[in-house]
């Protein structure tokens, strides 16, 4: 099964699977499991639990299977995500469980538990549903309103915020690479943050709602393309695409950091919606094309010009 790169952060990650399971309650989790596919969890001692043989069925799995990715990972469960029943709590639970008789033992797990399971999981295609509805929840961050007759005087969040939420997504990316960050890779990370941060201190102080980005930059984050380095549809070929059969888009041109040299780079009003709308088009013939730079070339788009670098 081929997986996405989000699906995949949420595979590779204890860190973030604990953080995306600290926001849903055992309610919330069997809202989630339940949306992707109806699972019942009997109620015991107050609370849901399902039995490993249930989350076979549920995931389309094996069994073994099932406890194999327990047993990998059972260091990360916590103690209200699975339970190990045996004596009097096995005795108690077992009709309701629909325990066969002669058990000695039983594991079972809750509905966040299940959730912990569905990230773990990479050969089933309910799991696959389960991470993206995951996603699509923790993706869903609410937007903060200024406060009404508070001080005018544009002020940005303390120095130690903003460097706690850097050094959070550098030791994500850390512990998904193992720590071995190639210098090209950490390179663009100190670019990204540095334009990133500039924009936003930009916008803090003065007021403004625009929002100016390099096609790249909209193409990957409002679109979620992938644009890549080189090949077909390398991305200073998009740049030059969409200032050749979009010129109407726009002109400006911003100095911004691109591996580690200030250079400067054509940016959009992606603010207005009839740019929005013109870049998610250049993109999408972009991509559909099947020799980008074929075309350019017989435009002329390359004729005594040097690319533009673009982010």
């Not at 860190?15 to 055992?26: F, I, K, M, V, Y």
């Not at 803090?204 to 980005?213: A, D, F, I, P, V």
């Not at 709308?277 to 017989?298: D, I, M, N």
């Amino acid at each position: 099964m081929s997986l996405s790169l989000n699906q995949s952060v949420l595979i590779e990650s204890p860190s973030l699977r604990t953080s995306a399971l600290d926001g849903l309650d055992a309610s919330r989790s069997q809202q989630v499991l339940n949306k992707a596919k109806a699972i019942v969890f009997a109620v015991w001692n107050g609370e849901g639990w399902a039995t490993v043989e249930q989350l076979a069925q549920y995931f389309q799995y094996s069994i073994p299977g099932i406890k194999h990715i327990y047993e990998r990972n059972s260091k990360e469960f916590r103690d209200n995500e699975t339970k190990k029943l045996t004596g009097k709590d096995l005795s108690d639970a077992r009709s309701l469980l629909g325990l066969p008789s002669r058990t000695s033992q039983a594991r079972v797990f809750s509905p966040s538990g299940t959730l912990r399971i569905a990230m773990l999981l990479t050969e089933s295609e309910i799991a696959a549903i389960v991470r993206t509805i995951i996603l699509e929840l923790v993706a869903g961050v609410p937007k903060i309103a200024p406060k009404v007759g508070t001080s005018t005087i544009p002020a940005l969040p303390p120095v130690e915020q903003r460097l706690h939420t850097f050094v959070q997504a550098m030791k994500t990316l850390a512990e998904l690479t193992g720590g071995r960050l190639n210098p090209y890779m950490e390179q663009n990370c100190k670019d990204f943050a540095a334009n990133l941060i500039a924009d936003y201190n930009r916008q803090s102080l003065t007021g403004t709602q625009e929002k100016w980005m390099g096609v790249v930059n909209f193409a990957e984050i409002e679109l979620g393309k992938k644009v890549p380095l080189s090949g077909a549809h390398y991305r200073g070929h998009l740049g030059t695409w969409v200032r050749t059969f979009y010129p109407h888009l726009g002109d400006r041109q911003e100095t911004r950091l691109v591996n580690g040299v200030q250079q400067p780079i054509y940016v959009y009003a992606c603010h207005d919606p009839a740019v929005a709308a013109g870049l998610t088009k250049a993109v999408e013939e972009f991509f559909a094309h099947p020799s980008p730079s074929a075309a350019l070339r017989q435009t002329g788009a390359f004729t005594n010009k040097k690319e533009q670098v673009l982010v």
